[in-house]
C-alpha cells in the first residue's frame, strides 16, 4: 500500500531551486518550503522565568523547553495545515483504515476541522498513504516559529484571535483556514492553537511529543516551543491531530 504511493521531490520539481509551495501528489495538499539552515529552538532560563510569570505557575511542563540550542536542519516541506478530516475520510476510504474515536458525531466532523481522536500509528499509517512522514520537534518547530525565536508563530506579543486557544472560547476544533493573522513566518496555520499535533521523538520517559497546544489551552500552553504527550497515545484525545512534512531525500 506504501510502495505506490512513494514519491520524491523530484517528481514534483524536477531540479533546483526549490519552489516556495508545492502540492503534494498524494494527498493533494499545500506544502511550504522550510529552507535549509539553523535555527534557535527552545527557551533560555530567563525566558522560562518570563514563561512562568505569565503563567502564574511554575508548571514543571514548561522546564523540558530548557535549553535554548542552535539547531542545523537540512531543506524540507511541511504541510500548511494540519489534516482535515476530508483528507483523513480520503486515506480511510483507499486503506480501510479504522476511523478516529470521535468520527461522525457532530461538530467534530466538518470537512475543514482538523481530524482528531487518533493515535501515533493513524498518524504514521496516514502518513505513509501519503509518502511522507510526522515531522521531528526541530522540524515542527523551525516552521513554527522561524529563525528569530518567536514565542508564539506571530510573533513575541500574545493575540488571543490569531489562533483557537481558551481565551477565544470555542471549546472545539476550528477550520485549518481561519486564523489568516496568526500564520507563522512561512505562512503555515494553526501551529498555536486549535489541536496539538503529534511529532517523532521522545519527551519525559520517553513519551512521544506533540506540539504547539490546542483549544483548551492558555497563551503559555500555545507557545511555538510548549512541548507535552498524550495519556493514550493509541487513541489520542479529542484535541490531538498532526500534519506531515517531506524530506528532500525521501522517495
Known amino acids: 500500500m506504501a ?6 521531490i523530484t517528481d514534483v520539481v524536477q531540479a533546483p ?4 509551495k508545492i502540492i503534494s501528489p498524494i494527498d493533494s495538499v499545500e506544502m511550504v518550503l522550510i529552507p535549509a539552515g539553523q535555527f534557535t529552538m527552545g527557551i533560555t532560563e530567563n525566558e522560562l522565568s518570563q514563561v512562568f510569570i505569565l503563567d502564574g505557575s511554575q508548571n514543571p511542563v514548561f522546564m523540558t523547553e530548557v535549553p535554548a ?15 482535515t478530516n476530508y483528507q483523513y475520510g ?10 478516529p474515536m470521535l468520527w461522525g458525531q457532530e461538530g467534530w466532523n466538518e470537512p475543514l476541522q482538523p481530524v482528531v481522536g487518533l493515535g501515533w ?3 504514521r499509517a496516514y502518513a505513509a498513504w501519503a509518502g511522507k512522514t510526522l515531522p521531528t520537534e526541530a522540524q515542527w518547530e523551525k516552521a513554527a516559529r522561524g529563525i528569530d525565536k518567536r514565542w508564539w508563530p506571530w510573533g513575541n506579543d500574545f493575540y488571543p484571535g490569531y489562533c483557537n486557544c481558551s481565551e477565544l472560547g470555542v471549546n472545539r476544533p ?4 481561519r486564523f489568516h493573522q496568526g500564520v507563522s513566518p512561512y505562512g503555515c496555520y494553526d501551529m498555536s492553537g486549535n489541536v496539538w499535533e503529534m511529532c517523532e ?11 504547539g497546544g490546542c483549544f483548551l489551552g492558555s497563551a503559555t500552553f500555545v ?15 479529542h484535541w490531538l491531530g498532526f500534519r506531515c512534512v517531506k524530506n528532500m531525500s525521501e522517495g
Not at 3 to 8: A, F, G, I, P
Not at 17 to 20: E, G, K, L, W
Not at 223 to 237: I, K, L, M, P
Open 201 to 211: 521523538g521522545a519527551w519525559i520517559e520517553g513519551h512521544l511529543p506533540m506540539r
Open 223 to 237: 507557545r511555538t516551543t510548549v512541548r507535552w504527550s498524550a495519556e493514550d497515545q493509541v487513541n489520542g484525545a
Open 69 to 83: 540550542r542552535r539547531v542545523k536542519l537540512e531543506a524540507y516541506y511541511i504541510d500548511i495545515h494540519p489534516v
Open 3 to 8: 510502495d505506490k504511493n512513494l514519491w520524491s
Open 174 to 177: 476550528t477550520d485549518v483556514t
Open 17 to 20: 531551486p526549490y519552489p516556495p
Open 90 to 99: 480520503r486515506f480511510m476510504k483507499e486503506t480501510g483504515h479504522r476511523a
Open 121 to 123: 500509528d493513524d498518524a
